[in-house]
């Protein structure tokens, strides 16, 4: 009922009818006829046709109809109401009861649209690839303490979830507030990505000790620079849709949203194509009301209605469910949701876009040199710096941030304990903190460049010192599960060896190791034959 009767095809339909009997289709038999008459049909017509994009107080419609008697107004209005051609509602500080459309209906009669974005000035900036910086830290934590998950669907525990938020970069409260990161919503995404790039692997017996463990691939991309961090994982979004996970929940980390039930690769790219046209119009570091953006291109560019008419089995998500015939305007609705998700979930977490608020305070963004090269129309980019970190390495080893510096704080995270947000003592470097960020791949000298980087003076010499210190002190050990034979004396000991051959190997005088336990039940099985048997 909400998408035909919240549909222009809805009201279309009836202000075409020529007579009364377009009720019969919709009347119950038996019931109250709305439209007895050819005159009240032509009433409620002239009354649709009047009431504009914004309501009429009730008190104002025989003013607003003059050419109406009263008794046609009244029957006019309630057989309005009946098929929910307009609604009654009270508006207004003063609670007026008023008579009005659905609002896109009435923008789609009035043939009202929508203008292409203007650039505005923009202030209070941000840009950030905190999805990045945010695999990154956990993938440091995962280097250290692997993540125990469930053994009997595989998920991680929710107590090792919650360990993780602290490690992920703050954002601004304004951008928290505009957009909405739940922190638990964070780190699903970033364990998603992780695991999908192969940078992140499930390991271990299930039942058992069932583990994520950082894969060879998310340590040599742990070791890379920012910007080939971030365009490793721009990459796997461009073009072909290669991977086969996703945060978005429907089975793909791919450049644009799944809005099709089971949609064949070449509904995927004509969605992909579409989804960047828009973003890829414009220029880098202009900067226009996210707004005026979105109820711009929400109406231009849609490809769905499109795969609609070629595939007329289609399911849309639409408002969160699946939809087997959807109106257009829920195929509208539907490709605005996937442009606001796009930007939410792939521009902004990955560097691409950059915010700020106009004069009244409405978010805007621009496109920046990642964000182009996401959809296509840049080769190459440049990671943005970002605000100068203006910070102090005091020589009791606290950091102290004087001025905010999203890029200081997610790279010095790495390799410290945080302390406070915002500005102030933020960080604290300790030997544990050295050590769990060379587990990650740092080494002593890249995190005194990174210090070096974004102090506003020398580096301490303590500091200097112990932290090339700690990082000397850092050792990697292979700890393995082993299967020994322990011999009463020398003589058994050949003679296990002379029926083992190579699979064992001496350890002492009287104790030997099975080299592949798998074969232990063979092994034994051939040393009864010899009359060597096992005991507890």
Request: proline share 6%; aromatic share 8%; with cysteine.
């Amino acid at each position: 009922m909400y998408s035909r009767v919240c549909s222009a095809a809805w009201v279309k339909g009836f202000l075409a009818a020529k007579d009364p009997d377009w009720e019969k289709k919709f009347r119950v038999a038996g019931g109250t006829v709305y439209f007895p008459s050819a005159d009240i049909l032509k009433a409620s017509q002239a009354l649709v046709r009047k009431l504009g994009a914004e309501p009429v107080p009730m008190a104002r419609l025989p003013g607003l109809c003059p050419e109406l008697r009263p008794d046609l107004l009244a029957a006019a209005i309630r057989a309005g109401i009946r098929y929910l051609l307009f609604f009654p509602s009270l508006w207004g500080a003063e609670l007026d009861v008023v008579l009005g459309l659905w609002p896109t209906v009435a923008r789609k009669l009035g043939g009202a649209s929508s203008k292409p974005p203007e650039p505005v000035a923009a202030s209070n900036e941000f840009q950030s690839p905190f999805l990045m910086e945010d695999m990154t830290a956990v993938l440091a934590e995962c280097a250290v303490e692997p993540l125990r998950s469930q053994s009997g669907d595989y998920t991680t525990f929710e107590g090792a979830r919650a360990d993780l938020i602290p490690v992920l970069q703050a954002l601004p409260e304004w951008v928290d507030k505009e957009f909405h990161y739940p922190p638990e919503d964070r780190v699903n995404t970033t364990l998603a990505f992780l695991e999908q790039y192969g940078f992140l692997a499930r390991k271990g017996p299930r039942g058992k000790d069932y583990r994520m463990e950082v894969t060879e691939s998310g340590s040599g991309w742990l070791g890379l620079r920012g910007k080939d961090r971030l365009k490793a994982i721009l990459d796997g979004l461009r073009g072909e849709l290669k991977k086969t996970e996703s945060a978005f929940g429907d089975g793909a980390i791919s450049l644009a949203r799944h809005v099709v039930a089971y949609p064949s690769e070449a509904q995927l790219r004509k969605i992909a194509s579409a989804l960047a046209t828009p973003f890829a119009g414009l220029d880098a570091d202009v900067f226009v009301r996210l707004r005026d953006f979105f109820d711009y291109h929400g109406e231009r560019d849609n490809p769905l209605p499109a795969i609609r008419r070629i595939d007329k089995n289609a399911d849309f998500r639409i408002g969160g469910n699946f939809v087997s015939d959807p109106s257009p305007e829920e195929l509208e609705e539907a490709w605005e949701a996937l442009l606001i998700k796009f930007l939410c979930l792939r521009l902004l977490p990955l560097g691409g876009v950059k915010l700020g608020q106009d004069s009244g305070g409405a978010a805007c963004f621009a496109m920046t040199e990642a964000g182009r090269y996401l959809v296509g129309v840049a080769e190459d980019f440049e990671l943005a710096v970002g605000a100068a970190g203006r910070i102090v390495m005091q020589p009791n080893f606290d950091v102290v941030f004087l001025a905010p510096s999203s890029k200081a704080e997610s790279e010095i995270a790495r390799f410290s304990e945080r302390k406070g947000k915002h500005l102030g003592t933020l960080f604290k470097v300790t030997r544990q903190s050295i050590l769990a960020a060379a587990a990650s791949g740092l080494t002593g000298e890249r995190i005194l460049e990174i210090l070096q980087e974004h102090c506003s003076g020398q580096i301490p010499a303590n500091v200097e010192f112990e932290i090339n210190g700690w990082s000397g002190q850092y050792r990697q050990i292979k700890v393995r599960p082993a299967v020994l034979i322990h011999c009463p004396e020398e003589e058994t000991v050949y003679r296990v060896v002379a029926v083992a051959g190579n699979r064992v190997k001496r350890l002492s005088a009287t104790t030997l190791e099975l080299q592949d336990p798998k074969g232990q039940g063979l092994l034994l099985k051939k040393l009864r034959e010899a009359g060597i048997f096992t005991r507890s």
